[in-house]
């Protein structure tokens, strides 16, 4: 089989592995967008490159609260079922800066600023709007930003056979501040964030 018809088969399989419907609650992750790049395999020694790449998505998803049956419901507050309908809108402008210490070998940091946007709407089960006892609890309408945790890796990479072969390796630094544990201020509902 050739490099481009793998390839086409590879990503033919991913869309069809692809869930179309998310089954958690989005918020409750940090949304992430990866990043992948294959235009530094090889440099240099002594060669500094600048890379500012600009990425964003879109994830939207819809979740049940609420109990169906009111007289036996363990939820606090106590309230019928509905729905959390929540987009959240990921993106990040990363800068990367690599240094080649030999032909195969670099040192690269990586120094995200992130900005995430989130919208929240309550339906009742058959779509009409509904306001929760504890609207401002879990999901709010609020834009987030800020600097990511900065990335310090050490990378090796050459060509073999005409694949281009790539290993990194390192470690984040942690800026930002540590929320508290989200489920725990949740499970007591009091105000939290997710993200």
């Known amino acids: 089989?050739?490099?481009?018809?793998?390839?086409?088969?590879?990503?033919?399989?991913?869309f069809l592995l692809t869930p179309r419907q998310a089954h958690a609650c989005a918020g409750?992750?940090?949304?992430n967008i990866p990043v992948a790049r294959l235009n530094s395999i090889t440099s240099v020694a002594g060669d500094v490159r600048a890379t500012v790449s600009l990425t964003g998505t879109t994830v939207k998803t819809v979740h049940r609260a609420g109990c169906t049956d009111i007289n036996d419901c363990g939820e606090v507050p106590t309230q019928p079922e509905f729905r959390h309908n929540q987009d959240l809108y990921p993106s990040e402008l990363r800068t990367m800066?690599?240094?080649?210490?030999?032909r195969a070998i670099g040192a690269e940091m990586h120094i995200p600023l992130r900005l995430v946007r989130t919208t929240i709407r309550y339906t009742d089960p058959t779509g009409q709007p509904y306001v929760p006892l504890d609207a401002?609890?879990?999901h709010r309408n609020e834009t987030l930003y800020g600097v990511g945790d900065p990335w310090l890796l050490g990378r090796i990479g050459g060509t073999l056979r005409g694949w281009w072969l790539l290993a990194r390796g390192g470690l984040s630094v942690t800026l930002g501040g540590i929320q508290p544990d989200p489920f725990a201020l949740g499970e007591r509902d009091l105000r939290h964030q997710h993200i």
């Open 28 to 31: 409750c992750r940090n949304p």
């Open 1 to 14: 089989m050739k490099p481009s018809q793998l390839l086409l088969l590879s990503l033919a399989v991913c």
């Open 136 to 138: 401002d609890v879990h």
């Open 97 to 102: 800066i690599e240094v080649g210490l030999t």
